[in-house]
């Protein structure tokens, strides 16, 4: 019982947190090391090149190409699906692509053969 009678003076600190960013009500003196100390950190060179980046020409000749495979697209799995007379053996030059349109008895097989790559893609789209 002694023990807990005994009574000593305790002192204690107030603690306050203070955000050391001055966007969030930190120090103003604190904004150049915090720059310094993420540029330090900072991995990522930084390119400025003037001028326009992207090559127009090369630019319609994506699209065009785009635009020409997706209509292609449209029209095979329209007759595919029985919209249309059926398909028939089909090869196409088309920059620097080559596509085979071969129907089958097990449905529409479609390759394609880059020239300057040699890389090749086949699709096949069964019959239902």
Known sequence: ????????NVSAQEM???PLNPAF???PGNYGWMLNSANTQNLHEETRESGFQRDPLADFQSS???QVLSQLT?????REFGEGEALEEQRFEFGEFNIEVLPGSNGVQIRIFNILTGDETSVTIPNF
């Open 1 to 8: 019982m002694g023990l807990f009678l005994n009574v000593s």
């Open 16 to 18: 306050v947190w203070r």
């Open 25 to 27: 009500g930190g120090n």
């Open 64 to 66: 065009l190409q785009r």
């Open 74 to 78: 449209r029209d095979i799995v329209r």
